[in-house]
């Protein structure tokens, strides 16, 4: 669902990409007839593409805001993306005056890499790609200049976002002009291509950790405890009431990580002076830790769960 288009030319270089992205949620058969549809240029309009996924009962999530362009000085990037059951794959075009790279990623991991000095390279589905470079030659001429590349690519975007749901009428565009020649232009890339690839796999170990921590917790608190006993009354004195653990739970802080275990001490509180008794059992009724015996309230600051 992308339409990338890069003008890489010996006075400067230009690129627009539009914002689209559509997610397919639902049955594998009915989401490829209605891909192979859309991909094939017979669906036209958002609304049609609306009524065929209600007709497949695809559910669809359509959104105008990505971000597939981006201007970083002297160099533009473009990226679209295939995302595989397990992996993600990334098709990048790194351009500037008199040179670029297209790189194929899988991951952060890079797959293929070609080069070129100048060209018109469009990135896209077969529908887009079509109608792209059929409007394209309509409107190119000769002899052009980057400002005249620039409002060929706006009335090529804005045709196709009219003949085609895969693109969005909104759309980023940046034109750069810096003087290089093609040796300056290919070491420029590969600086720029290695820094980038970088920081995308700095990005995903990061993502990569996020997800586990949040796998994580929602692991952990399917174990909290918020029905059933949790131990006795040890000791009291005061307020501060000591209850020792019973068989099955054990208590954690707020990473997660292991205080005490059955058996083990813990200190809570009682929220209003009661009379207790050593052995009074301490219990979680309807997610509110108290004695059983009398209803009295008390408060921990750790995380009560089940034992592995």
């Not at 362009?69 to 351009?95: N, Q, S």
């Not at 060929?152 to 749901?165: D, G, H, N, Y």
Request: hydrophobic share 35%.
């Amino acid at each position: 669902m992308s339409l990338i288009m890069t003008y890489i030319g010996s006075k400067g270089c230009v690129m627009v990409g539009d914002k689209r992205s559509i997610g397919f949620l639902g049955n594998k058969d009915q989401r490829e007839i209605l891909e192979e549809e859309l991909y094939s240029g017979k669906i036209k309009t958002d609304e049609k593409l609306i009524k065929r996924a209600d007709e497949l009962g695809i559910n669809l999530k359509i959104t105008d805001d990505g971000v597939k362009v981006r201007d970083l000085g002297k160099v533009l990037v473009g990226e679209v993306k295939v995302r595989a059951t397990h992996e993600t794959k990334r098709k990048r075009i790194y351009a500037t005056t008199n040179g670029y790279h297209q790189v194929e990623l899988s991951g952060s991991q890079i797959k293929n890499v070609k080069s070129g000095k100048s060209s018109i390279v469009i990135f896209g589905n077969k529908i887009t790609k079509e109608l792209a470079s059929k409007e394209l030659k309509r409107h190119w001429k000769s002899k052009i200049n980057l400002e005249e590349v620039k409002d060929i690519f706006k009335k090529v975007i804005e045709k196709l976002a009219q003949t085609t749901p895969s693109v969005s009428r909104e759309y980023d565009i940046f034109m750069i002009h810096p003087q290089m020649d093609h040796k300056q232009a290919m070491e420029l890339l590969r600086t720029t291509l290695i820094h980038d690839v970088k920081k995308l796999a700095k990005w995903r170990e990061t993502l990569r950790k996020e997800m586990l921590e949040q796998r994580k917790d929602i692991q952990m608190s399917n174990r909290i405890i918020n029905q059933g006993e949790v131990g006795r009354v040890k000791n009291v004195e005061a307020d501060k009431v000591e209850v020792i653990l019973t068989d099955g739970v054990e208590a954690l802080n707020m990473n997660w990580d292991v205080l005490a275990k059955a058996g083990d001490t813990i200190y809570m509180k009682m929220e209003k002076p009661s009379p207790l008794s050593v052995g009074d059992l301490v219990v979680i009724e309807d997610e509110n830790l108290c004695i059983k015996k009398n209803k009295s309230p008390l408060s921990c600051d750790i995380i009560l769960c089940k034992s592995e």
